[in-house]
T-cell receptor, first 112, second 114 residues
Framework: KQEVTQIPAALSVPEGENLVLNCSFT??????LQWFRQDPGKGLTSLLL?????REQTSGRLNASLDKSSGRSTLYIAASQPGDSATYLC???????????FGAGTRLTVKP | NAGVTQTPKFQVLKTGQSMTLQCAQD?????MSWYRQDPGMGLRLIHY???????DQGEVPNGYNVSRSTTEDFPLRLLSAAPSQTSVYFC?????????????FGSGTQLSVL
């Protein structure tokens, strides 16, 4: 059974800092790895999806990498802003969406 | 665009009561699903549907029922609520079930069972 872990559970950084969020998974036979953002009282919004054949994906100040062999993915956020404050969740995907397994998330606070 | 709409946003139940959480999407998505989110845990899949008339169990289906009579609606029923069902519930949909299809989430229902 796929287990997804995100450490740390919470992170606080000053504005402008570059930061890395970590995600690890136990079964390397994944189809993709997704990163989501969750704001308080809201649902999840998909940020980046990395296919199993890819090493990384970029969107603006966000860069996600995937290393299947080591069971790890990272989300790099450049020049953090207070508006980046949210919970970031990763999910390891199987063949179908019902195979997706989520981590518990990292709650990020960016202080002005 | 409404996207995925969940009602109610908050609900308090007494043990043993029943209720239905509503989920509707206006994107003509074939795949719909229900998750629960508990503190310190990732989202866990309760039930899912790959089209009208077709449903299946997810990781934690006990205590919940679903049906899918239309493409748009996918209600989640709690027949006899228990304190262990206190959680935040999310409905999500995608165009079809393949894992590369983007999932769209509703804003959630916070349920407390006393």
């Amino acid at each position: 059974k796929q287990e997804v872990t995100q450490i740390p559970a919470a992170l606080s950084v000053p504005e402008g800092e570059n930061l890395v969020l970590n995600c690890s998974f136990t079964d390397s036979a994944i189809y993709n790895l997704q990163w989501f953002r969750q704001d308080p009282g809201k649902g999840l919004t998909s940020l980046l999806l990395i296919q199993s054949s890819q090493r990384e994906q970029t969107s603006g100040r966000l860069n996600a990498s995937l290393d299947k062999s080591s069971g790890r993915s990272t989300l790099y956020i450049a020049a953090s802003q207070p508006g980046d404050s949210a919970t970031y969740l990763c999910a390891a995907g199987g063949v179908n969406n019902n195979d997706m397994r989520f981590g518990a998330g990292t709650r990020l606070t960016v202080k002005p | 665009n409404a996207g995925v709409t969940q009602t109610p946003k908050f609900q308090v139940l007494k043990t043993g009561q029943s209720m239905t959480l509503q989920c509707a999407q206006d994107m003509n998505h074939e795949y719909m699903s229900w998750y629960r989110q508990d503190p310190g845990m990732g989202l866990r899949l309760i039930h899912y549907s790959v089209g009208a008339g077709i449903t299946d169990q997810g990781e934690v289906p006990n205590g919940y029922n679903v049906s899918r009579s239309t493409t748009e609606d996918f209600p989640l029923r709690l027949l006899s609520a228990a304190p262990s069902q206190t959680s935040v519930y999310f409905c999500a949909s995608s165009y079809w079930a393949g894992s590369n299809e983007k999932l769209f989430f509703g804003s959630g229902t916070q349920l407390s069972v006393l």
